[in-house]
């Protein structure tokens, strides 16, 4: 059973540009989280989705931010407009139900540079 | 609001010496208590995980303890070695499905 996927594992995008990272859960995970580790800071909650669902969102910034785990294909986190400050590793973690004694397992991240 | 500290910030330590890494959290109403392993640049690495109703997890030289009532966890890496130097990272599941992490502490061993 394949572990959580990411990619693009790097991405460098100049001011102004779009990303969009990527996020495969496990197989059989239909909850998906996504975290922002900015430089030198703890990893933080963005966003929480389920199937075709956005489940809560009050970690992610309010303009250019917003996701999506559409019923085939895999979570995607866009980033409109880039800033300098969005630079940062992005992490995805999945889990099968969202009970609380369920884990979350972490993906191995996309680090984002904007030049 | 459920906050989590980690003490040390930094961490050095010759080679072969046994540590302990502290996590103290405000709410103890957590469903578990997770500790991970990051090296720079990279991901994360799940080295143990203790769910509310335990009070610590082993795997092989490390053991993580776990005491709701105070807030407190902690993990003991027993004969630590270079391969050990990382950023240990303590993330707590409490009422809602977000992992709450603490800034790590920054483990370095002298060979």
């Known amino acids: 059973n394949a572990g959580v996927m990411q990619n693009p594992r790097h991405l460098v995008r100049r001011r102004g540009q779009e990303a969009r990272l990527r996020c495969s859960p496990m197989k059989g995970h239909s909850h998906v989280y996504w975290y922002r580790q900015l430089p030198e800071e703890g990893l933080k909650f963005m966003v929480y989705l389920q199937k075709e669902n956005i489940i809560d969102e009050s970690g992610m910034p309010k303009e250019r931010f917003s996701a999506e785990f559409p019923k085939e294909g895999p979570s995607i986190l866009r980033i409109q407009q880039v800033v300098r400050g969005d630079s940062a590793a992005y992490f995805c973690?999945?889990?099968?139900?969202?009970?609380?004694?369920?884990?979350?397992?972490f993906g191995p991240g996309t680090r984002l540079t904007v030049l | 609001k459920q906050e989590v500290t980690q003490i040390p910030a930094a961490l050095s330590v010759p080679e072969g010496e046994n540590l302990v890494l502290n996590c103290s959290f405000t709410?103890?109403?957590?469903?578990?208590l997770q500790w991970f392993r990051q090296d720079p640049g990279k991901g994360l690495t799940s080295l143990l995980l203790?769910?509310?109703?335990?009070r610590e997890q082993t795997s092989g030289r490390l053991n993580a303890s776990l005491d709701k009532s105070s807030g407190r966890s902690t993990l003991y890496i027993a004969a630590s070695q270079p391969g050990d130097s990382a950023t240990y990272l303590c993330a707590v599941r409490g009422g809602t499905y977000k992992y709450i992490f603490g800034t790590g502490t920054r483990l370095k061993v002298l060979a």
């Open positions: 203790i769910q509310s109703s335990q």
């Open positions: 973690a999945s889990s099968p139900t969202s009970g609380g004694e369920d884990t979350q397992y």
């Open positions: 709410d103890s109403a957590i469903y578990n």
